[in-house]
């Protein structure tokens, strides 16, 4: 079946430090969305990239989407102990009434 | 309400019992999602619904699992003769569909805890 995979599963960084997660798929996807679950709590979208080579920014988070439409990425520049959580990629294989298939995910801990 | 209600929020149950879970939409959304998340584990798809489709039952363990949506609102997700391996949070979500950017709008789920 169609899967999504992350790396890391885990990285622990020191506040200041930059943090990355990559998203892969074994085949195309037709769009791309991204989680963040805080200890506790239920996933929270952050954002969706639809457009191959697409880049998207939010404050210090960068996404991108790759050209092949199979793999994807987050950057977070800075950390913060408030980016604490788990990051979640989620992809659509279909059209948008397609379901929604979350990647294994990558735990981020910061501390000072 | 505002946001996607599940309840209930926790459910201690012995093993071999019958539970159900409930999932309250957000008003107007025709996509309803059902989710497992063991302790420090990713999200495992169960079933998704899709306004009058046929739901996608692909991802429910076992027969001993079932979900049904009634008048595309009110979800239920049955889970019979409940194992210790069930234990978990369900994790219910929905969306609306055929907009661009549709995200998921997640429920705070229900702690399923099997004695």
């Known amino acids: 079946g169609q899967q999504v995979m992350q790396i890391p599963q885990y990285q622990h960084v020191q506040e200041g430090e930059d943090f990355t997660t990559y998203c892969n798929s074994s085949?195309?996807?037709?769009?791309i969305q991204w989680y963040k679950q805080r200890p506790g709590g239920h996933p929270v979208f952050l954002i969706q990239?639809?457009?191959?080579?697409e880049v998207k920014k939010q404050k210090r988070l960068t996404f991108q989407f790759g050209e092949a439409k199979k793999n994807s990425s987050l950057h977070i520049t800075a950390t913060q102990t408030t980016d604490v959580g788990t990051y979640f990629c989620?992809?659509?294989?279909?059209?948008?009434?397609?379901?929604?298939?979350f990647g294994t995910g990558t735990r981020l801990q910061v501390t000072l | 309400g505002a946001g996607v209600s599940q309840s209930p929020s926790n459910k201690v149950t012995e093993k071999g019992k019958d539970v159900e879970l409930r999932c309250d939409p957000i008003?107007?959304?025709?996509?309803l999602y059902w989710y497992r998340q063991s302790l420090g584990q990713g999200l495992e798809f169960l079933i998704y619904?899709?306004?009058?489709?046929?739901?996608?039952k692909s991802g429910l363990p076992s027969d001993r699992f079932s979900a049904e949506r009634t008048g595309g609102s009110v979800s239920t997700l049955t889970i019979q003769r409940t194992q210790q391996e069930d234990s978990a949070v369900y994790l219910c979500?929905?969306?609306?569909?055929?907009?661009?950017?549709?995200?998921?709008?997640f429920g705070n789920g229900t702690r399923l805890t099997v004695t």
């Open positions: 979500a929905s969306s609306r569909t055929g907009e661009s950017g549709s995200p998921l709008h």
């Open positions: 085949t195309t996807l037709s769009n």
């Open positions: 990239l639809v457009k191959s080579g």
């Open positions: 989620a992809g659509r294989y279909g059209g948008t009434a397609s379901k929604l298939t």
């Open positions: 008003s107007g959304h025709t996509a």
């Open positions: 619904f899709q306004g009058n489709s046929a739901p996608d």
